[in-house]
């Protein structure tokens, strides 16, 4: 039988796919995937050593998931009410937004991470009292 025999072509062909058909299972499983977390609350955060853990509802099992992270980026975006902040800033307890890459070893990256702070939470003050003005303050009947 030679070489060029159809049935040699088409075992050729067949190792083929199967070849590509592994290369491209191995490279999505070695590769990161893009993640977001809607709403997670920071239950852990070193800002020395750059890591730090979140906490969130799973959307569809609804059992509280736990991702820590072993390293945050220097060139992860950080913003507080959207405003710029650093790393230094976040706070044990914030709730954020968080995208980031998920690799097949189980280890998170994050990439952005939005903090939304209610006015009091922002510099843990309570806004002092607004004096009046316009004479002395109206009589109550």
């Known amino acids: 039988m030679k070489l ?18 592994a290369g491209i299972f191995v490279s999505q499983s070695l590769g990161a995937r893009e993640y977001t977390v809607p709403e997670a609350t920071i239950t852990k955060l070193d800002v020395a050593t750059r890591t730090g853990e ?5 959307p569809q099992k609804g059992h509280t998931i736990t991702l820590l ?21 976040v706070r044990v307890g914030d709730l954020a937004e968080i995208v980031g890459l998920a690799y097949a070893d189980r ?13 009091t939470q922002e510099g843990d003050t309570v806004p002092a009292p607004v004096e009046r003005t316009d004479g002395p303050a109206p009589r109550e009947s």
């Open 54 to 58: 979140i906490q969130f509802i799973h």
């Open 4 to 21: 060029t025999s159809p049935r040699y072509i088409i075992l050729a062909a067949l190792a083929l796919l199967i070849v590509a058909w």
């Open 107 to 119: 280890t998170v990256v994050p990439l952005r991470v939005r903090i939304t702070r209610d006015s």
């Open 69 to 89: 992270t072993q390293r945050i980026p220097d060139d992860c975006e950080i913003t507080i009410n959207n405003r710029a902040a650093t790393l230094a800033e």
